[in-house]
Structures are given as structure tokens and as C-alpha cells.
């Protein structure tokens, strides 16, 4: 059978289920990998989940459960520590093309990435962006009422020359009828605020109201 791509879940056990049905749905090969045998044996009854047992930092258990075969390894033991050395181990000795550890403490974020791992994915800093979007909404719900039909949601790519880049969003006089409601730096996600500024190669996800969205986009892009 012909996956996407195989994909290692390594450490882990409620994060693991969850991710390995939703990958497996989506046509990607799964394999878990857990030091527990009993949460083995509770992994292994999901259809299609290749499961080994063993500690997942160790080489000779990677290469029991085939890790070669890996496009993307994801470490998602409880310590931090633990999983730096999944990823450094999957990416340096076993060639993986993308690593993913999930993180409990924001502040090792940087350090994760100048590691090389590729995507570092915190909790806490999930949850405080889901309240800042929160917080963001019930700002915009008195201008623009999330019922219209009319609404549309776009997103715009700034260029280096376009207008808008290295300009603070409040200097840029969008339509009223227009809300920045999220820029995509990179791997990063920003709620925007007045003071905060546009770089080249930022996405920009607009909400207008029905004929302002081609204004918006030629005062932020110059087309």
C-alpha cells in the first residue's frame, strides 16, 4: 500500500492514539513506539498501527521498529529532555527528513530549534494563543457581525516591495470593514495588534465584509 508519507510516534500514549487515528485516516503509515507494554498492547488494538516496544531514545530500538523507513519522527514522551534526543538521534543518525517535539516548558523553544529540530510544538503556548484569539474575537464581534454571510476570510502574501512590509499594522489605512486577524510568520502564528509590524513574507489572514476585500489587498500588496 502507498502511503503519504510514514510517520513515527515515539513516547507518549494519549497524544499518541489520537494522532495515530487521525494519521491513519488520512492514508499515512504509523508507527508507535512506547517503553510501556501495556500501553502497547492498548496501541496495538487501533487498526493499522505498527507498534514496537521499547525506549525510544535508544538506537537499537529506532532500528527494530524500522526507523529508516521514517519521513517525519515526533517525540512525544512527557520530558522534554527526552524527546531533544529522539529528534537529535532521528535527524543526525537515521537521516529523518522532519522531526516534531513536543515541548511542556515555552522557554526551551528557541534552543529546540537551533538543535535543528524542525517543528517545536508547546502546550502552554498553544493555550495562551487560543485565549489571545479568544480575546481578539470578542474585540472584533462588535464590528463585524460573525453571522453575515457576507463575510469572506482571505489570505495575503506580502512581497518585499509591497507596501505594507516593514509598516506597523495602524499605519496602514485598511478599510473599516477589514480585520487582520492573523499573520503566519514562518511556523509562527500572531494575533496582530495596532503597533505590531509587517514583514516581508508574511500570510496574512484578512476577515472583510462583502467588496472590500480587493481594496484591503491593494493597499497591503500595491496589486
Known amino acids: 500500500m502507498k502511503y503519504k508519507a510514514e510517520v513515527f510516534l515515539i513516547g507518549g500514549f494519549n497524544k499518541t492514539k489520537f494522532l495515530a487515528n487521525s494519521l491513519i485516516k488520512k492514508g499515512y503509515g504509523v508507527t508507535a513506539v512506547n517503553d510501556d507494554e501495556e500501553k502497547c ?28 523507513n521514517a519521513d517525519i519522527a515526533i517525540a512525544l ?6 524527546n531533544l534526543v529522539i529528534c537529535e538521534l532521528c535527524k543526525k543518525k537515521y537521516n529523518v527528513k522532519k522531526t516534531v517535539a513536543i515541548i511542556s516548558d515555552p522557554k526551551k523553544t528557541d534552543f529546540f530549534y537551533r538543535m535543528g529540530v524542525n517543528s517545536v510544538v508547546c502546550a502552554v503556548s498553544m493555550i495562551a494563543s487560543v485565549i489571545e484569539q479568544q480575546a481578539f474575537l470578542n474585540e472584533i464581534s462588535t464590528l463585524i457581525s460573525v453571522g453575515d454571510a457576507n463575510i469572506q476570510i482571505s489570505q495575503v502574501s506580502i512581497s518585499r516591495d509591497a507596501p505594507a ?59
Open 77 to 82: 514522551s512527557d520530558r522534554d529532555d527526552d
Open 165 to 223: 512590509a516593514d509598516k506597523k499594522l495602524k499605519e496602514i489605512n485598511l478599510p473599516k470593514q477589514v480585520v487582520v486577524g492573523c499573520i503566519r510568520r514562518g511556523e509562527t502564528s500572531i494575533v496582530p495588534r495596532g503597533d505590531t509590524q509587517i514583514q516581508a513574507g508574511d500570510v496574512l489572514i484578512l476577515i472583510c465584509s462583502d467588496g472590500h476585500e480587493l481594496a484591503a489587498v491593494k493597499k497591503l500588496t500595491g496589486t
Open 41 to 68: 498492547l492498548s496501541l496495538a488494538s487501533i487498526d493499522k498501527l505498527r507498534v514496537f516496544s521499547g525506549d525510544g531514545s535508544k538506537p537499537y530500538v529506532l532500528e527494530e521498529a524500522n526507523i529508516y
